[in-house]
């Protein structure tokens, strides 16, 4: 299979960009799983108690006694003198760090009260990296609403890391992108059938496993919203290896594609490598995709990821997109997805929520993509949903998950039909 | 600058919202960042609300500051307007848009709808998400209620009720039904349910009935004020508080207090020989300051359990907390941080905890059995069935949900009897909880116990161990920590049997 066998799909298709009422988290809520991906890191929000209440209902019912994430609530006497606000928190900084010995990287991370005072954490990072380090390292990220949406909090977080990695000759592929461990070996496993051994992922479990960088570093990426750190990266010298996203059984297959023309992999041994879990992928993928072929599908913003999935769910899935909106479209990073996507959907960068409604309410969709917070509505107007949340907080990505993914879409449906017999 | 984990309440903002999307008919436009929007799902998913709530959030960018936040704002305010065309619309900011301070009220009132504007004074960095619904429906009421002729027969409203409130909705149902049965009807019940309109009625009732003085009382106070409605001060949680506040209203309106009392088996249930062995459990109560005054009094006076701790996280009623701490001669804990009242409970050591889906969580830790009685709410107290808290229906509720989580009256002392047998090992559990039936982790996961439990090194002497692994599940815990806070107290080192019978004996009730 090659990138260029369908004609352009949605290469050209003008992309609508609306603004008004956005629906969407902001990039505070990577948090929730940077943190359970890097064991050895504590996410310090500089904020308000919205913040706060925003980490905490995103995170659900996930209550540890001693998270590894926290809010330094701002107060009054804070906004009232910048030089207290900065000693107050070397202070909070110090006392976690004593409560915390087994912390070995702090993010402060600004949100949107400590960007509009202008409470400079760069400085603060820098400043506490001298009191800290060696044992502690401190980075800074913005995680802002009035900056990031989202899935961009981890795009800004690993941008954040990667000035500071260290330097090297050595020719390393470097995984981009926080998955879940599991997914992680499974990639790592079939890298290593292919043959290609010295690969290095970012984020690293831990801090001591973090890589090193340079002009040899070919390095790629399994999510779409890390255009930042993709940058960061570049300006490093690394060189990006551009693949539709792994999601799905053609998917995963384009992406190790990508990586095995780089590193000159034999047909044979790629076809060895992937054949049986290709197999497995497809077989699993199909058994969703009774239930979805033929039906409609409208994507409100969320995550970055909806033009890579949708390309997923109309070519493995047999779906319609009618509308596939996404919070940034960065032609960049999106081309060999836009280009499988088949031509027909619009295509909507930003939000206007109310507007969306209206639209959404006009097409009247098998299955709509939304947040949580329109989910129930849509659901008791009659509509089938899927929240989008659950696709970055679910193993998705690669061959194992493929039939996953697609049960994520198929499982609504499918409830839908079992209970109309009696309830509805 | 505070470190927060977990958090009991949210921002004011989502105070207002909770009254907002308890209401019809009104629209509230936030002045806020598009992460806020995540405050939508509290109630479409906690809740189950099958509406989006009524707010329109301004979701400006960082490019906007430089620019034009004021137009946005107006811009915002005028597209909800024509779109949702509300009775009255509210305006307010988030804590960010009080830094940029555009004045949402001034500049929703300068474009002139045709509808009451009502502008929010929220300080973010200084309260919190109770005060804000208290302050909103406060303001609301400011705006539209006006004193007028009372109605011939006699009425009330019922204030204080809330979207994502503690079972509020099964409470205004089971109230209503009371009140109706002593002959007095509801006028208006708000916010919940009540649209602007409702509340320029609010004046025509005889009387308030306050159902949550944490949502509710600064309306209560302004209809007092301004209305001349004096409002009831008990909240009928429980039967004696039930039983008081039927007095209170008779008091108020002449009526008899008497109503039919066929549905209450609380008492009975409470009176029966299986409640025996309820006799002295301690509980500890943490959550709303309303509902841990009023539980710790089903606890004491109707169920016969002994409270060990009380505490609230709301400031705003600290006072009478304290005082209600006072008659039950424990220390008031008032406070908003989560590890102190973990901290708290670990030291009392509780049979059972009375607390919100936080103290849930520190009651798995801890292997304590916990109830809910108070907001912060979770989806789990959003039940299908009827659950209200206050009247009989609500005792009722009250005795089953406390009493579920522990080991039942019977089975207690069966368990003991054989708790060397292999299958009936007390390892299994309560016979009643679905959990699959196998070993209980003895030693709850490390939790930083406060300084009492072990100070110097004492240790546990094998037959000692052996012994103390002889004693139920559902007390060993307790029993532990007893015997070592006796050791350290006597400056006892290793804890032989007869310490660990001493420290029962010390610690018999
Ligand atoms: S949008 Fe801004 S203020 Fe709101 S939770 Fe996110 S960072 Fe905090």
Redesign the interface.
């Known amino acids: 299979m090659s990138l260029d066998a369908p004609s352009l799909g949605c290469t050209d298709t003008p992309v609508l960009k609306e603004r ?10 990577g948090i929730i799983w940077l943190h359970r991906k890097m064991q050895d890191a504590f996410f ?1 929000v ?1 904020g ?3 913040c ?3 980490l ?3 995170a659900g ?1 996930m ?1 540890f ?3 590894r ?8 006497k ?2 009232a003198g910048l030089a207290d ?1 900065n000693v ?2 070397d ?2 900084v110090a ?2 760090l004593a409560r915390r010995p087994d912390i070995r990287q702090l993010f402060l991370v600004g949100s ?2 400590s ?3 202008k409470l400079d954490l760069a400085r603060a990072a820098e400043r506490l990296n001298g009191q800290h380090a060696p044992h502690v390292r401190v980075y800074n990220y913005s995680g ?4 990031t ?1 989202f899935t961009q909090g981890e795009d800004a977080c690993l941008a954040a890391m990667v000035p500071t990695l260290p330097a090297s000759d050595a020719a390393e592929l470097l995984v981009v992108g926080a998955l879940p461990d599991v997914v992680e070996d499974q990639c790592q496993s079939l890298l290593t059938a292919m043959g290609i051994t010295s690969v290095r992922f970012l984020p690293a479990r831990r801090a001591s496993d973090l890589p090193a960088i340079g002009a040899n570093t070919r390095f790629i990426l399994t999510q779409p919203f890390l255009a930042d750190t993709a940058e960061a990266l570049e300006r490093r010298g690394a060189r990006r290896i551009a693949a539709p996203f792994p999601f799905g059984e053609e998917g995963t297959t384009l992406w190790l594609q990508a990586v095995a023309d780089v590193y000159g992999v034999t047909p044979a041994t790629f076809d060895a490598a992937t054949a049986a879990p290709r197999a497995r992928a497809a077989k699993a993928v199909a058994a969703h995709a009774a239930t979805l072929r033929g039906k409609s599908l409208f994507m409100f913003p969320d995550s970055q990821m909806e033009i890579p999935l949708a390309r997923f769910l109309a070519r493995e899935c047999g779906m319609t997109p009618l509308e596939i909106g996404t919070p940034y479209l960065h032609r960049g990073l999106m081309g060999p997805d836009l280009a499988l996507l088949p031509h027909g959907p619009a295509l909507i960068e930003g939000q206007d929520v ?1 507007a969306q409604l209206d639209r959404h309410a006009g097409l009247a969709p098998d299955l709509t993509v939304c ?7 849509l ?2 107007k009659g509509h089938s949903t899927k929240w989008a949340i659950e696709l970055v907080f679910t193993p998705v990505h690669f061959y194992e998950q493929a039939g996953d993914l697609a049960g994520l879409f198929s499982r609504p449906l499918r409830r839908k039909a079992l209970l109309k017999g009696d309830a509805a | 600058m505070k470190l927060t984990l977990w958090t009991y309440e949210g921002p004011p903002h989502v105070g207002a919202m909770r009254v907002a999307t308890a209401m019809k008919g009104v629209h509230l436009v936030l002045h806020a960042p598009q992460g806020d929007t995540y405050a939508d799902l509290l109630f479409t998913m906690i809740e189950r609300r099958d509406h989006r709530p009524p707010v329109t959030f301004t979701t400006f960018q960082a490019s906007d500051l430089g620019a034009d936040t004021a137009t946005l704002f107006k811009n915002a305010a005028r597209d909800a307007h024509a779109r949702f065309k509300p009775q009255a619309l509210i305006v307010g900011a988030s804590c960010t848009a009080e830094l940029i301070q555009d004045d949402p009220g001034g500049l929703a009132k300068a474009i002139g709808l045709d509808c009451p504007v009502i502008a929010l004074d929220l300080p973010s960095y200084s309260r919190k998400e109770t005060f804000g619904a208290d302050e909103t429906f406060h303001a609301l009421v400011r705006a539209l209620a006006v004193p007028m002729a009372r109605t011939e027969a006699i009425t009330c409203n019922l204030l204080g009720a809330t979207a994502l409130g503690f079972r509020h909705r099964d409470d205004v149902t089971e109230i209503t039904r009371l009140l109706a049965q002593m002959g007095v009807t509801v006028n208006v019940c708000a916010p919940l349910g009540a649209t602007p309109d409702d509340l320029k009625r609010l004046g025509q009732a005889h009387f308030n009935v306050l159902l949550y003085p944490e949502t509710g009382e600064s309306a209560a106070r302004l209809l007092e004020k301004t209305c001349g409605q004096p409002f009831t001060k008990v909240v009928p949680i429980g039967v004696g508080a039930t039983r008081d506040f039927l007095a209170e209203v008779a008091a108020i309106t002449g009526l008899s207090a008497q109503v039919d009392e066929t549905g209450l088996r609380q008492p009975w249930w409470s009176a029966s020989v299986d409640s025996t062995y309820l006799t002295g459990k301690r509980v500890f109560l943490f959550g709303d300051a309303t509902h841990v005054i009023a539980a710790a009094r089903v606890a004491a006076r109707e169920i016969g359990f002994t409270v060990v701790g009380m505490g609230c996280y709301n400031r705003e009623q600290a006072r009478a907390l304290r005082s209600a701490a006072a008659l039950y001669g424990v220390t008031p804990l008032i406070t908003d941080d989560y590890l102190e009242v973990e901290a708290a409970i670990a030291a009392a050591t509780p049979e059972l905890i009375l607390g919100t889906q936080m103290e849930r969580h520190i009651g798995k830790r801890l292997g304590i059995p916990c109830a809910v009685i108070s907001a912060p709410v979770h989806v789990q107290d959003f039940p299908a069935r009827y659950s209200p808290q206050m009247g009989w229906e609500g005792a009722n509720v009250l005795f089953d949900t406390w009493v579920h989580p522990l080991v039942m009256g019977l089975e207690e002392h069966l368990l003991t009897m054989f708790r060397e047998d292999f299958e009936f090992h007390d390892a299994a559990g309560a016979s009643h909880h679905g959990h699959k039936a196998t070993a209980r982790v003895e030693t709850p996961e490390p939790v930083k116990l406060p300084e009492v439990t072990t100070k110097g090194t004492i240790r546990w002497l094998p037959d000692a161990e052996r012994e103390l692994k002889k004693i139920p599940f559902f007390v060993r815990n307790t029993a532990r920590r007893n015997t070592e806070s006796y050791a350290v107290a006597r400056g006892v080192e290793a804890i032989s049997i007869d310490t660990l019978y001493e420290a029962k004996a010390h610690y018999a009730r």
């Open positions: 008004g009422q956005r629906e969407v988290f902001c990039g505070l809520t310090l500089v308000s108690r919205t706060a209440h925003l905490q209902s995103a019912v209550i006694a001693e998270p994430f926290g809010t330094a609530i701002l107060e009054e804070d906004l606000a107050e928190l202070r909070e006392r976690l949107c009260p960007e509009v005072i802002s609403g009035i900056e949406t109310d947040g949580l917070g329109l989910a129930n509505p659901e008791a």
